[in-house]
T-cell receptor
Framework: QKEVEQNSGPLSVPEGAIASLNCTYS??????FFWYRQYSGKSPELIMF????GDKEDGRFTAQLNKASQYVSLLIRDSQPSDSATYLC????????????FGTGTRLLVSP | DTAVSQTPKYLVTQMGNDKSIKCEQN?????MYWYKQDSKKFLKIMFS???????INETVPNRFSPKSPDKAHLNLHINSLELGDSAVYFC????????????FGNGTRLTVT
């Protein structure tokens, strides 16, 4: 089982819709979860992090965490074509030292 | 002013050669990383240094050797390059070892022919 799993997509949504990106992880002891956005040919950039169960909102982005189900999601409201990118879920593993493990990413396409 | 800069941006070389990638951060961060992103976009940590001390060394062939002369620099030297080394290599930094990578460099696309 992979440590962090994401559907590779592409996830296609029309402009203005809500995009829902999902991620599951295998290490029950993980405490910190991150979402990075990576535009094609560019480097990843950190857009959200969440530590506690529930929702965390930042502008049009909402991160959701359910530790019991080992599930993290990212919702993007009012999706824009400029949101088209690959979204990488990352989990901080406590393996004696803290190591960030990435999923393979979900490609999001927002059509005008 | 670039936060994390790595050079070169592109590197094309033949199998068996030795090459280096340099990375510098001007953020005053304590921790630096090297990540490898393969053709399927999977981003995997290779090494992490905290204040010049190696703290993460993943199962990377020993042909790869990181060097951190000071906490602002983390270079990657690769000996005897192989076709499978072709990938994009990202340098990154974080405030300290308790934080995830906050800033990534622009990447070095390595092509081994």
């Amino acid at each position: 089982q992979k440590e962090v799993e994401q559907n590779s997509g592409p996830l296609s949504v029309p402009e203005g819709a809500i995009a829902s990106l999902n991620c599951t992880y295998s290490d029950r002891g993980s405490q910190s979860f991150f979402w990075y956005r990576q535009y094609s040919g560019k480097s990843p950039e950190l857009i959200m992090f969440i530590y506690s169960n529930g929702d965390k909102e930042d502008g049009r982005f909402t991160a959701q965490l359910n530790k019991a189900s080992q599930y993290v999601s990212l919702l993007i409201r009012d999706s824009q074509p400029s949101d088209s990118a690959t979204y990488l879920c990352a989990v901080l593993l406590n393996t004696g030292f803290q190591k960030l493990v990435f999923g393979t990413g979900t490609r999001l396409l927002v059509s005008p | 002013d670039t936060a994390v800069s790595q050079t070169p941006k592109y590197l094309v070389t033949q199998m068996g050669n030795d090459k280096s990638i340099k990375c510098e951060q001007n953020l005053g961060h304590d921790t630096m990383y090297w990540y490898k992103q393969d053709s399927k976009k999977f981003l995997k940590i290779m090494f992490s240094y905290n204040n010049k001390e190696l703290i993460i060394n993943e199962t990377v062939p020993n042909r790869f050797s990181p060097k951190s002369p000071d906490k602002a620099h983390l270079n990657l030297h690769i000996n005897s390059l192989e076709l499978g080394d072709s990938a994009v290599y990202f340098c990154a930094s974080s405030i300290d070892r308790g934080w995830p990578p906050l800033h990534f460099g622009n990447g070095t696309r390595l092509t081994v022919t």
